[in-house]
């Protein structure tokens, strides 16, 4: 039997559920890191542009589309903007497949570390460890990544299972408000430590000499990921939404908290960093070399608290990635359900066994198997984990997000949308006029942007 629609609970139920989808490694992991890359202020000023000129009109336009037509990704995409969409809607089924089966791989490593740090806080941090020989031996233990990666998958299953109410709202109710507690105590924590000005400085004042013209294509390719746009997840979530909740309201509420909690981590990390000497040149090199290998260590040496905050971070971390993998194998089963009729649970077990085949992959990537850890597809990326990111970031979520752009902005009447958006609950601040300028020439010019330079051989992962 399939699930009745329009089931969030409430409007906080679904806010919180979208939220969640949106906060995720983007925010903690990769979102710090480009920002150190590209060398913060004008960086972060220009990603702020982004995610209220084109992020912003997106959501809401993917948030439309779901609600209106009631259906997941590819019907909807059908419905809304006519047959061939439904197309475009595959596109983003198979684009959260891909994605979910790489992401559950570093949300695995998250409980690695919480593992560990629960254990450096019980008897000390070992003298002279090496944290990044501990992160090499810790991605190429082949038995180790599969238990880390199946219990992630697990866990995400368990929780599309029970469905959109009893599942992926009741767990967003729950771990939100949890996650918000424990970056607001590490915020506090950061903040006493000496290099808290220097960070702050570093990722708010502008400097645009130092931003390179690249940068502001990664800096909008980002605002893609983060809000979890450009496969339909919004769609899907969309579909579940209330007649009378005011959308343009939840797509404000969620792209704030989203933008708020990446500057917010951001703050943190670079606070600890900067308090360090010799630490920021030792930082970069690799998106993980933040999260897992200079902090894990430095929450023992440096940060105040730390031995109660380290593993408390890893929780945030693992929470965060799991309100965001529940919404990508709800894009997957969801589709299966409407689609092809098959009911929810059975749905979910297959939609989650056949997504941990490459979960597997993914997770063998860094062991001496060969082709896994081997394959080279694109230009600098080695092993099947890095081809797939790459593929999804650079690939499929610019393509998939500029369909769905044309898709309202060009194929669906001033009627459609405007009925979906305006009503007497939404915010004087709104004008459609603006939203629909923004969806029809603004976001697709700069989505296409950040597609031709894709096809040039630019490399945003
Ligand atoms: N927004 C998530 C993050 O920032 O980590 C990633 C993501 C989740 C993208 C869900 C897309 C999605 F459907």
Redesign the pocket.
């Known amino acids: 039997m399939t699930e009745q629609r329009g089931n969030w609970t409430s409007s906080a139920g679904f806010v919180l559920a979208a939220t969640g ?11 710090p890191f480009i920002t150190w890359e590209n060398n913060g202020g004008a960086f972060v000023l220009v990603y702020l542009v982004c995610i209220a000129a084109v992020g912003l009109p997106i959501m809401m336009a993917e948030l439309l589309v779901g609600r209106k037509t009631q259906k997941s990704a590819v019907g909807a995409l059908k419905e809304a903007a006519g047959p061939a969409w439904g197309l475009v809607g595959l596109w983003g089924v198979l ?2 497949f891909t ?2 089966s790489y ?1 559950t791989v570093i949300a695995g490593w998250s409980l690695f570390y919480f593992v560990q740090t629960i254990g450096w806080t019980a008897s000390g941090f070992p003298a002279g460890l090496a944290t990044g020989d501990l992160f090499g031996e810790q991605v190429s233990n082949a038995p180790l990544q599969l238990m880390m990666s199946l219990g992630f998958s697990i866990a995400t299953v368990s929780v599309v299972y029970f469905g959109v109410q009893r599942g992926i709202e009741r767990i967003a109710r729950l771990f939100l408000p949890i996650l918000f507690a424990i970056l607001v105590l590490m915020l506090v924590s950061a903040l006493g430590m000496s290099g808290a000005g220097e960070a702050i400085a570093f990722i708010f004042r502008p400097s645009f000499s130092e931003l390179e013209p690249v940068g502001v294509l990664e800096a909008l390719g980002h605002s ?11 769609i899907t979530y969309g579909s579940y939404i209330a007649r009378n909740q005011s959308l343009v309201k939840a797509a404000g509420t969620i792209v704030l908290l ?1 933008t708020v909690i ?1 500057l917010v981590a951001t703050v943190i990390m670079f606070s600890v960093i900067f308090s360090v000497a010799g630490m920021a040149e030792q930082v970069g090199g690799s998106t993980v070399g933040m999260l897992f290998i200079s902090l894990p260590e430095l929450f023992y040496t440096e940060v105040p608290f730390g031995i109660i905050l380290g593993p408390l971070f890893y929780v945030l971390v693992a929470l ?2 799991l309100t ?2 529940m ?2 194998l709800e ?1 997957v089963t969801s589709y299966v359900i409407d689609e092809h009729g098959i009911e929810r649970h059975k749905a979910t077990v297959m939609c989650g066994s056949a997504v941990f085949v490459f979960t597997i992959f993914a997770a063998l990537s860094f062991s001496d198997v060969p082709f896994l850890s081997t394959l080279a597809v694109f230009e600098g990326k080695t092993g099947w984990f890095e081809t797939a990111d790459h593929f999804v970031s650079n690939w499929m ?1 610019p393509t998939g997000g500029l369909a769905i752009t044309i898709a309202v902005g060009w194929f669906m009447t001033r009627e459609q949308s405007e009925s979906e958006l305006v009503d007497e609950t939404t915010p004087g601040w709104f004008s459609y006029g603006v939203w629909r300028f923004f969806i029809r020439y603004v976001a697709p010019v700069a989505v296409a942007a950040i597609v031709i330079a894709v096809l040039r051989g630019t490399d945003f992962s």
């Open positions: 989808s949106a906060i995720g490694l983007g925010n903690l992991w990769k979102f684009c959260g994605l979910l992401y893609f990921f983060t809000l979890s746009l450009g496969m339909g997840a919004m989203d990446a965060a990635a965001s993998t919404s990508l894009v979520l």
